[in-house]
């Protein structure tokens, strides 16, 4: 059957192939425009203190305003940003837009925000991300403690050495640097050691049961106590339940990200959020009594 089909499924994947050819350059091209035509935009999500409840910063997250298709999420776009080396500039772009808010805000009566941004691992090999970053704090007159950058564990597990070099550069210009996606790559507590980060942030898949499935709760509360013992401070993404967050906090977790306390929003929200002091209920009431 393969072989009677042969031609067909041959001049089917040619045609096809063509097709995503072509649908790949027609999105790099719209990526490159909407770079040049500002429709990227910055969310930004709320990182929370769990023991004072109040927000301790927020990351941003990078969406795309596209005309005629609403507003895309970075798994429509990232992949190809990746694959075309355009997330080099785009990356220089975000940075810059945090630092340029984190300005607005402080200049603007808001107060001192702190910003994470998060980094591809191309914009420390290809790009100057040392420069992009002290440039756009020193043009933006903002503090460099207010800017925070998250990297992968995947991607400081390619070209390790550069990597930590330039980390290193980073963190005596004052900038913050977190682990982010921390428990699905493969780093050992050795290797951890070796690199100049402030925090590790949990990776939601291991928060999702976190208070059903004892696999991932023991992984959970490794990399708690691992990563206090190098005295970095431990962040969990993806908190959607009152269940995850009780335990998180039993559990001495420093902070907490996720849809429970809010979604990702537009910088307009944060403003809102800061102005309300919006914060987590006391531990005690999201604790049942014993
Ligand atoms: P990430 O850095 O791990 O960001 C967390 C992602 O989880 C965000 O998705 C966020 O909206 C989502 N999230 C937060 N809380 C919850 C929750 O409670 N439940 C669930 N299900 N999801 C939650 P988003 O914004 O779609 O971003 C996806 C990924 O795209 C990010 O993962 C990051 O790796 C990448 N990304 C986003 N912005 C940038 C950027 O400016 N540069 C680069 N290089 N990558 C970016
Ligand atoms: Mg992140
Ligand atoms: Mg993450
Ligand atoms: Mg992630």
């Not at 340029?100 to 200049?107: N, P």
């Not at 590790?200 to 928060?207: P, Q």
Request: glycine content about 8%; overall charge negative.
């Amino acid at each position: 059957q393969a072989k009677q089909s042969g031609r067909n499924t041959y001049r089917f994947f040619t045609a096809q192939m063509n097709v995503d050819a072509i649908a790949r350059r027609e999105l790099e091209v719209a990526l490159r425009f909407a770079l040049e035509h500002d429709e990227f935009v910055l969310h930004y999500q709320p990182k929370v203190d769990l023991v004072s409840g109040k927000i301790e910063g927020f990351e941003a997250l990078l969406r795309w305003e596209r005309p005629g298709h609403g507003l895309l999420f970075p798994g429509a776009f990232i992949p190809a940003l990746e694959e075309t080396g355009l997330i080099v500039l785009v990356g220089k772009w975000v940075i810059g837009e945090a630092c340029r808010q984190i300005g607005v805000w402080m200049r603007g009566g808001i107060g001192p925000v702190r910003v994470a941004v998060n980094v591809s691992g191309r914009q420390f090999v290809e790009g100057d991300l040392y420069g992009n970053v002290t440039q756009a704090i020193h043009r933006n007159a903002i503090r460099s403690d207010l800017l925070e950058l998250e990297i992968t564990e995947s991607s400081l597990m390619e070209n390790t050495e550069l990597t930590v070099a330039i980390l290193q550069n980073l963190r005596k210009a004052g900038v913050t640097v977190s682990i982010d996606d921390f428990g699905t790559g493969y780093s050992s507590l050795a290797y951890l050691r070796r690199f100049p980060i402030n925090k590790l942030k949990i990776d939601m898949s291991f928060i999702r049961d976190v208070t059903s499935n004892v696999d991932d709760a023991s992984i959970v509360l490794a990399i708690i106590s691992m990563a206090h013992s190098l005295h970095l401070q431990v962040v969990a993404e993806g908190v959607e339940t009152a269940e995850q967050l009780r335990y998180l906090r039993e559990h001495e977790c420093d902070q907490m990200q996720g849809y429970y306390f809010s979604r990702p929003v537009p910088a307009t929200g944060v403003e809102q959020m800061l102005y309300d002091g919006k914060q987590l209920p006391e531990q005690d009431e999201c604790t049942p009594a014993v």
